[in-house]
């Protein structure tokens, strides 16, 4: 929401797991500020961020928003429910942007609470006009919290699908 509400917006661009740090009081982080820009114009225009977690219309190199890091959030969101990578038995990025322009979204598992799948899939609609606003997604993520956090059931354990980075030299 900061960066969102900043005027002019920032928008990150590359939104994803990847990119958010736990600090040590153990709030989220966003790092990675090399795709960042300030938004100057009503839209940006600029392919760029990571495949599976972009957003449709940057993806097809259309004018987009603040909007982009919400579809990216809801990615980043399943992520955290599943505790799996996004997209991560599809290995052909070029086939997976074509899916994703095709409407292709992650499947919402049956132990997820409607209100947070409902979340992941508003972040994800094809129209950024349809998307909540940072404002938004905290106030429901809030509601969330008080009120469905205390019936949670254990998600599965976490099974990694990406290879680990290479050891230091």
Same mark, same amino acid.
């Given at each position: 929401?900061?960066?969102?509400?900043?005027?002019?917006?920032?928008?990150?661009?590359?939104?994803?797991?990847?990119?958010?740090? *736990?600090?040590?009081? @153990? #709030?989220?982080?966003?790092? =990675?500020?090399?795709? $960042?820009?300030?938004?100057?114009?009503?839209?940006?225009?600029?392919?760029?961020?990571?495949?599976?977690?972009?957003?449709?219309?940057?993806?097809?190199?259309?004018?987009?928003?603040?909007?982009?890091?919400?579809?990216?959030?809801?990615?980043?969101?399943?992520?955290?429910?599943?505790?799996?990578?996004?997209?991560?038995?599809?290995?052909?990025?070029?086939?997976?942007?074509?899916? *994703?322009?095709?409407? @292709? #979204?992650?499947?919402?598992? =049956?132990?997820?609470? $409607?209100?947070?799948?409902?979340?992941?899939?508003?972040?994800?609609?094809?129209?950024?006009?349809?998307?909540?606003?940072?404002?938004?997604?905290?106030?429901?993520?809030?509601?969330?919290?008080?009120?469905?956090?205390?019936?949670?059931?254990?998600?599965?354990?976490?099974?990694?699908?990406?290879?680990?980075?290479?050891?230091?030299?």
């Amino acid at each position: 929401n900061y960066f969102h509400s900043r005027t002019p917006p920032i928008i990150h661009r590359d939104v994803k797991s990847d990119n958010i740090m *736990v600090a040590k009081d @153990l #709030r989220a982080v966003v790092a =990675d500020f090399g795709l $960042a820009k300030v938004k100057i114009q009503t839209y940006a225009k600029t392919n760029c961020g990571t495949p599976g977690y972009t957003a449709p219309e940057v993806l097809n190199d259309e004018q987009y928003s603040e909007k982009a890091d919400i579809y990216s959030y809801g990615m980043v969101l399943w992520e955290i429910t599943t505790r799996q990578f996004v997209f991560s038995s599809m290995d052909n990025p070029y086939k997976l942007v074509k899916e *994703v322009e095709r409407g @292709l #979204r992650p499947t919402i598992p =049956d132990y997820c609470p $409607a209100l947070l799948g409902g979340l992941m899939q508003k972040c994800w609609v094809r129209e950024p006009k349809e998307r909540p606003n940072a404002s938004a997604i905290i106030g429901a993520v809030k509601h969330m919290i008080d009120n469905i956090l205390p019936t949670l059931r254990p998600a599965p354990p976490f099974t990694p699908h990406r290879n680990p980075p290479n050891p230091p030299p």
